[in-house]
């Protein structure tokens, strides 16, 4: 005990408040521990609000849409035996308001509900009220369509054929994230006012939905597995209250992903950083190290008085980068805002945090073991001569700490971690890339060695200095490594990201979308455009929506309900999708194999699929689709398969069928418009915006230019959220090159005193340094480009499933200033270095 407490009192005189020497572990330490506890913090309240909220997000325990039709009577009665049930349909429409002769109109989505709804959560309007279904003809509008329309509460507006009156405007609607992405701001209206719009037709593009309330004791996942099980075939999409939102949870899963691979490559550039700070440090103090021994300190007395330092240091840091996390996680709620259900603000969570303070004191111990088990190995003479004779690096006594260091880290991530095979690949392929780049460290040095002489003097001794004895080439190596591939992983990420914005957010796009157009005014819809636009590109398809049931030879097909895991390739298996019929192979379609049936086809019922959706589920021409629309079963033949090309805002359909499949069965027509260069003006947009409105009161117009914008707004906010937190990495990534720098500027004091003595100037001495960082920043830089651009692959491809589309010239660029970077800090921080005078310098080795 006395020796602990005779080690505290050296400890703390050696200690001071500027914290002099240390300085890097705390950058380092503080970063990491901030970035652990902001993200662990963000996403612990993330997944407490979907999992608290489940059942309101969700509008019940159990929620079943079913496309085109409302439920049958067995159906009904199979729910209803279940719990309480709330009905109701979903549909896009248009809501209008006649103005002195002009018409004011903005597509909705309007949703209808029972007297049950809301059946969790409360809904209430912007005058305080708590509302449930509207009655009559009154209507709930969203705060959007209020705006937009100019209406208040008492004013009148259409929808279809029904003339409403607004009974409030929105202030919460308790299941609105379950409902998914819309076209436009909700109307919420009863049952009288949706038969009186006439908008339900055979045909219309409507979705059912019942919510089911269920007794406290029953499971959701065997009421929905019952529900599969009792109509297999009907096409019934299901979702229980633990995934109220399946865009969300993987939106939120995926993020929560890499948020935490950020965090753990903070903490993992920092350690270097760490490591390096910390032998620094010791460095600084060797001269007292040896004093201690020579006056009696035994070597477990020198690991005790700067182990306590550390630790110190390490738990000031921790504690300041909680406070920083903790302080940052509003920030980082407010970035997300539009994309996450988190009401930005304060949050605590004393899981996240207590495992942000373990990784942190983990991370500092592990790292900083190495340099204080060699202060404390070596005896006092070969401290004292280490400036021209080099302290040799045992590795045996590293084994014990470093291992038992480097276990908790990997155990702790990995018990922690909600993606362990994740964090256990990353940590791994960590581990690679520090071995790897230890390894070239080792390879640069021998090559060093072994390469000819050149006759330049400076560029001799600049190769000599990379493999002379004490000379910090392998940590160079390593921290430039690091450095440079955060660089290159960043910038990689960004243009990816802003690729993916610019293609699949397309600059050309048709003007305007028309929905549920009856398929016998094709003419007069036309007509109607044309009155106004007459050289306006039009193009209509039948419009169906439907589910793929079974798929694969005729006589062994594979069931869908029957799979596990669905790939993410195969999205168009899950739920209803949208089918259509065509004579001709679609605008922007290519038949790669396969033939298209012809023109006047009556033979046996074709599909032609999508060539990415059939190498998902190994379909093939000849093979069979067994579907479902309306409630009706058919199976077609697969006649060819197709490439689509996606990045056209245009209709693109998984599944298109030979006309004599479908055109037998009610539908509408979908329809686009695109106006010439000439006629893009307000006059003309509003012309047909009225003009339909009023021909088709039943059909859904929709701008397009809105929802663009609105794509490009949710994509660039993700962008930068992604990248905000990315620079954590960055950040940690600049600490470590400058206290990589900082301890080789230690290490080259003494050769660049005894050159000047020798008669070198200061300008040589500057060749020399920047002929040697140069040499080790051409090495480390192809790596860091295949390391940097091999990660960012994993994170655009893997994590968020985008398409690889880097900028290369950004790339390029910005690794070329990180370059640069290198060579700036090497000269600042060796300005002392070059004006130091060799006398005093001499005296005090």
């Not at 636009?533 to 594979?558: C, E, H, N, W, Y």
């Not at 990495?729 to 005894?754: F, K, M, N, T, W």
Request: aromatic residues 6%.
């Amino acid at each position: 005990m006395n020796r602990w407490a005779t080690a505290w009192r050296l400890a703390r005189r050696g200690l001071d408040w500027r914290f002099r020497g240390l300085r890097l572990l705390i950058v380092c330490l503080v970063l990491g521990t901030a970035a652990l506890a902001a993200i662990g913090t963000l996403t612990g309240a993330i997944e407490r609000e979907l999992a608290a909220r489940g059942q309101v997000l969700l509008g019940g325990d159990v929620a079943v849409v079913i496309p085109l039709r409302e439920a049958t009577p067995q159906e009904l009665a199979e729910f209803r035996s279940f719990g309480t049930v709330s009905s109701g349909m979903r549909m896009q429409a248009m809501a209008r308001r006649d103005e002195g002769g002009e018409v004011i109109a903005t597509p909705i989505a309007l949703k209808q509900v029972d007297g049950q709804w809301p059946l969790y959560g409360s809904f209430t309007l912007k005058d305080g009220r708590t509302a449930r279904a509207p009655q009559g003809m009154e209507a709930w509008i969203d705060p959007g369509v209020s705006e937009r329309m100019g209406l208040r509460p008492g004013d009148r507006f259409s929808i279809g054929q029904a003339m409403l009156t607004v009974g409030g405007v929105i202030a919460n609607e308790p299941d609105r994230l379950s409902e998914g992405f819309s076209l436009g701001p909700t109307v919420i209206i009863g049952k009288a006012a949706l038969d009186a719009s006439g908008l339900v037709q055979p045909g219309s593009m409507t979705r059912a939905r019942y919510s089911i309330r269920l007794p406290a004791s029953d499971d959701p996942k065997a009421v929905e597995a019952a529900i599969k099980a009792r109509f297999p075939d009907a096409a019934l999409g299901t979702r229980t209250r633990d995934a109220a939102s399946p865009g969300l949870d993987r939106f939120v899963g995926r993020m929560g992903q890499f948020l935490m691979l950020v965090a753990l490559a903070a903490l993992a550039i920092a350690g270097i950083g760490i490591g390096n700070g910390v032998s620094s440090y010791l460095e600084a103090r060797r001269g007292s190290i040896a004093t201690l021994k020579v006056l009696g300190a035994t070597s477990g007395d020198i690991a005790r008085i700067f182990l306590l330092q550390i630790v110190a240091t390490a738990m000031l840091s921790v504690l300041l980068g909680l406070a920083i996390g903790l302080a940052v996680t509003p920030l980082l709620g407010l970035a997300l805002a539009g994309l996450l259900p988190v009401a930005p603000g304060f949050v605590l969570d004393a899981g996240a945090l207590v495992g942000a303070a373990a990784f942190g004191l983990l991370i500092a111990l592990t790292f900083a073991a190495p340099p204080l088990v060699r202060a404390r190995e070596f005896p006092a003479m070969a401290l004292m001569r280490a400036r021209v004779a080099p302290l040799g690096h045992r590795w045996r006594p590293l084994v014990l700490p470093v291992g038992a260091g480097l276990g908790g880290i990997v155990a702790l991530a990995v018990l922690t971690a909600p993606q362990k095979l994740l964090a256990a690949g990353f940590l791994g392929g960590a581990a690679a890339l520090f071995l790897l780049l230890f390894a070239l460290g080792r390879g640069v040095t021998w090559l060093a060695a072994h390469a000819p002489r050149p006759k330049a003097t400076t560029l001799r001794l600049a190769l000599a200095n990379l493999h002379r004895p004490g000379a910090q080439t392998g940590p160079l190596v390593v921290a430039l490594g690091f450095g440079l591939a955060a660089f290159v992983l960043i910038a990689a990420i960004e243009t990816s990201l802003d690729g993916n914005i610019a293609r699949r957010v397309p600059a050309r796009a048709p003007d305007y979308f028309v929905l549920d157009v009856p398929h016998t005014e094709a003419a007069k819809f036309e007509a109607t455009v044309r009155k106004v636009a007459p050289q306006a590109a039009i193009r209509t398809v039948p419009a169906l929506r439907g589910s793929i049931l079974a798929f694969g030879p005729k006589d062994r097909m594979t069931v869908v309900a029957g799979m596990g895991r669905i790939p993410d390739d195969a999205w168009a298996l899950r739920g209803d999708r949208g089918l259509t019929y065509s004579a001709e192979v679609p605008d922007g379609n290519t038949v790669t194999e396969g033939q298209w049936w012809p023109k006047d086809y009556t033979g046996e019922p074709l599909v032609s699929v999508d060539e990415k959706l059939a190498q998902a589920i190994n379909l093939h021409v000849g093979d069979y689709v067994r579907f479902t629309f309306l409630g009706i079963e058919r199976t077609a033949r697969v006649a060819s398969l197709r490439r689509i090309d996606w990045d056209s805002l245009g209709f693109n359909y998984v599944l298109v069928f030979s006309p004599n499949t479908l055109e037998d069965a009610p539908h509408n027509l979908a329809a686009t418009i695109e106006l010439p260069p000439g006629e893009k003006t307000d006059a003309v947009k509003t012309g047909i915006l009225s003009g339909l409105v009023r021909a088709f009161p039943s059909s859904s117009v929709i701008e397009v230019g809105p929802v663009l914008s609105q794509a490009r707004t949710i994509l660039s906010q993700m962008s930068t959220a992604v990248l905000a937190a990315a620079s954590v990495a960055i950040l940690a990534g600049l600490a470590v090159l400058a206290g990589a720098i900082a301890a080789a500027r230690e290490a080259r004091q003494y050769d660049s005193v005894i050159l000047r003595v020798l008669g070198a100037s200061r300008r040589q001495l500057l060749g020399l340094l920047l002929s040697e960082y140069a040499l080790l920043v051409s090495v480390t830089a192809l790596l860091a480009l295949a390391l940097g651009t091999g990660a960012a692959w994993l994170v655009v491809r893997q994590l968020f499933d985008f398409d690889w589309m880097p900028g290369w010239p950004r790339v390029l660029g910005v690794l070329g200033l990180g370059a640069g970077l290198v060579l700036a800090l090497a000269v600042t921080g060796s300005l002392g270095v070059l004006r130091s005078r060799p006398a005093r310098v001499l005296r005090e080795l």
